[in-house]
Nanobody, 122 residues
Framework: QVQLKESGGGLVQVGASLRLSCADSGRAFSGYPMGWYRQAPGKEREFVAA????????DYADFAKGRFTISRDSAENTVYLQMNSLKPEDTAVYYC???????????????WGQGTRVTVSA
């Protein structure tokens, strides 16, 4: 069964760090680029970061550069998003996604997780 499962969200204060995890429990996406997206209340879902199949290439939204780091552990079939210096505007539901063309078109993806909520309080 194809399944992406996010974890690691929570309520934190401004300036804190969180590490989100996305587990590919079905081992279906080992050869896929994978990414993180987020959707804040009342806003459209937006791209955060992507990593290629072996972790050798990454891409970030401008707001994520310098604060967020995406990585993947192929042995564990898990993708991570390390988020540092969190701000209230980072409050959103964060989704993991997989798509073969993620680096060509980050506006969409074929496979999605259920999301994990991140709330940053001022």
């Amino acid at each position: 069964q194809v399944q992406l499962k996010e974890s690691g969200g929570g309520l934190v204060q401004v300036g804190a760090s969180l590490r989100l995890s996305c587990a590919d429990s079905g081992r279906a996406f080992s050869g896929y680029p994978m990414g993180w997206y987020r959707q804040a209340p009342g806003k459209e879902r937006e791209f955060v970061a992507a990593v290629n199949w072996n972790g050798g290439a990454t891409d970030y939204a401008d707001f994520a550069k310098g604060r967020f780091t995406i990585s993947r552990d192929s042995a564990e079939n898990t993708v991570y998003l390390q988020m540092n210096s969190l701000k209230p505007e980072d409050t959103a539901v964060y989704y993991c996604a997989a798509d073969r063309n993620l680096f060509l078109d980050s506006t969409r993806a074929d496979y999605w997780g259920q999301g994990t909520r991140v709330t940053v309080s001022a």
